[in-house]
């Protein structure tokens, strides 16, 4: 066996595409001076598989894209040949409802600040396992609880990197209070976004609150395509930042990413929001999140 204990969970992925090939899990592994270990010097996406389809992979593709452009990696594959990673490692793992994940590095080399040179090649992995619907659905019918955390990450959130410590000691702060997600806010007092996910509440007015897009918040494929939905039923949205008691009064909270979709906020800080029960608008998102989706053959 390889280096990587198997967890208590059960171990549904079996194959992990590393740089061209499809390993077994024990065996996939990367360079011990890959940069993404080194350097966080890596960028990743999540798409949601359901139903044996490929969620918003155009959106998801096109933002990686643009990730790695933000950090001068070079592209490590055409969008033909990334296409097939992604359903060769869907179809190796018998994804039906799940993930896939890819992950890019600027690849491995002596241990240095300074970029490698240019022809050094970037670092490929793309996993995919299958998540309990019956489990993320009893989460959605009970909504989820949230804290809120002050935001200490650095003014690049809207590059995908894999510099996710602080999204995972938000996570685990969350947690020990009893609360799936943590809400990051800003020194003046205004929600940037989840740990790994973005943040909406919905006013006394029926309108959804989103904050803008800008260099504090990934813009999330989720959260595009909804704005989608939102224009197709004529749902008033206001794209601004709001502040943790605007959120603790709002009629509805909920999160979206490609994890999650639309998933409901019934408590932040140990406060209900609204009547504490998932809320109508924030339901019925949810449930034709996926008709706006670009659904493609995996
Ligand atoms: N995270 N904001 C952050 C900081 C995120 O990490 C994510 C997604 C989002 C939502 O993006 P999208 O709708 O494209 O998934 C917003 C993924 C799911 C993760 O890290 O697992």
Redesign the pocket.
């Known amino acids: 066996m390889g280096g990587v204990a198997a967890s208590a969970r059960p171990l549904v992925t079996r194959f992990v595409y590393v740089n061209g090939r499809y390993l077994p899990y024990s065996q996939a592994a990367v360079h011990a001076e890959d940069r993404g270990f080194q350097f966080a010097d890596a960028v990743?996406?999540?798409?949601?598989v359901k139903g044996g389809r490929l969620v918003?992979e155009t959106?998801?593709m096109q933002?990686l894209a643009r990730s790695l452009a933000e950090l001068r990696i070079s592209e490590p594959m055409a969008r033909g040949a990334w296409s097939r990673v992604l359903r060769e490692t869907i179809r190796r793992n018998r994804v039906t409802d799940g993930?896939v994940?890819l992950q890019v590095s600027r690849g491995a080399g002596p241990r240095d600040f300074l970029f490698p040179p240019a022809e050094a090649r970037p670092t490929v992995v793309c996993l995919a396992r299958s998540v309990s619907q019956r489990r993320l659905e009893a989460a959605a019918d009970a909504g989820i609880a949230v804290k809120t955390v002050p935001d200490p990450?650095w003014a690049r959130?809207d590059i995908?990197t894999v510099m996710?410590l602080p999204?995972s000691l938000a996570r685990e702060a969350a947690r020990a209070e009893g609360a799936r997600e943590a809400w990051?806010v800003d020194a003046d007092g205004f929600v940037t976004?989840?740990?790994?996910?973005?943040a909406w509440i919905v006013d006394s007015a029926g309108r959804l609150i989103t904050r803008a897009v800008d260099n504090r918040?990934?813009?999330?494929?989720?959260?595009?395509?909804l704005i989608d939905v939102l224009k197709r039923e004529a749902i008033e949205l206001v794209e601004r930042a709001f502040t943790v008691d605007e959120a603790r009064t709002a009629r509805e909270a909920f999160?979206?990413?490609?994890?999650?979709t639309v998933m409901p906020v019934v408590r932040i800080d140990g406060r209900p929001v609204g009547n504490g029960a998932p809320g109508i608008l924030t339901q019925r998102l949810r449930s034709e999140f996926h008709a706006s989706a670009e659904l493609a053959e995996s």
């Open positions: 990743y996406e999540v798409c949601e918003d959106g998801h933002r993930i994940y990450r959130c995908k996710l999204a990051f976004e989840g740990a790994a996910s973005n918040i990934l813009r999330g494929v989720t959260r595009t395509t999160i979206t990413s490609a994890t999650n």
